[in-house]
């Protein structure tokens, strides 16, 4: 069965700082979708990217970064310079392209101190 | 754009009574899904649909019951509400095929007392 796990709980950093955040997920398919999603304090669902299993290039948004490795089925996410405003619960989410359940890990919650 | 519309925002039960919350796309999305947010569990998956007819179980079903008579709208059911129920409810939807993006509602405080 597909599973993602964010094994990190709860992070805290302070601002300007470097950060990465860990997704590991587990599935049998060859085809499938994985996914990042922001929750910032006021609660809404904020959806940063998506990577198919095929494309393993990494992708830079500004101060956002990825890392996408099948070879460890992980798929980090990096803040570079990090920001107050960076503060939030962020999701990694698995889809498998034989299934359409779309499974969700349990969270990070990034702390960014000022 | 109205995405995925959720109803009501806040709602206060007691044990044993029942409610729906309500979602309603107009995307034109055949999948749709319900997810649960508790502290430190994460977002679990309810029940999902993959269109009009079609409902299938997901990580936490137990308690709740769902039904797609349309491709809008996707409400779910909560027959005899229990304190564990209580949580935060997201409603999504996307296209079906690959791994499209997932709009989610903003989201159902439900309390049961």
């Known amino acids: 069965a597909q599973k993602v796990t964010q094994a990190q709980t709860e992070i805290s950093v302070v601002e300007k700082e470097d950060v990465t955040l860990d997704c590991v997920y587990e599935?049998?398919?060859?085809?499938?979708?994985l996914f990042w999603y922001k929750q910032p304090p006021s609660g809404e669902l904020v959806f940063l990217i998506r990577?198919?299993?095929?494309?393993?290039q990494n992708e830079i948004s500004g101060r956002y970064s990825w890392n996408f490795q099948k070879s460890t089925s992980s798929f980090n996410f990096t803040i570079t310079a990090s920001q107050v405003v960076d503060s939030a619960v962020y999701f990694c989410?698995?889809?498998?392209?034989?299934?359409?359940?779309?499974?969700f890990g349990k969270g990070t919650r990034l702390h960014i101190l000022p | 754009n109205a995405g995925v519309t959720q109803t009501p925002k806040f709602q206060v039960l007691k044990t044993g009574q029942s409610m729906t919350l309500q979602c309603a796309q107009d995307?034109?999305?055949?999948?749709m899904s319900w997810y649960r947010q508790d502290p430190g569990m994460g977002l679990r998956l309810i029940h999902y649909?993959?269109?009009?007819?079609?409902?299938d179980q997901g990580e936490v079903p137990n308690g709740y019951n769902v039904s797609r008579s349309t491709t809008e709208d996707f409400p779910l059911r909560l027959l005899s509400a229990a304190p564990s129920q209580t949580s935060v409810y997201f409603c999504a939807s996307s296209y079906r095929t690959g791994g499209n993006t997932i709009y989610f509602g903003e989201g159902s405080w439900l309390t049961v007392v």
């Open positions: 990577r198919n299993s095929f494309d393993e």
């Open positions: 995307m034109n999305h055949e999948y």
């Open positions: 599935t049998r398919d060859t085809t499938y979708y």
């Open positions: 989410a698995l889809k498998e392209n034989r299934d359409d359940k779309i499974i």
């Open positions: 649909s993959v269109g009009a007819g079609i409902t």
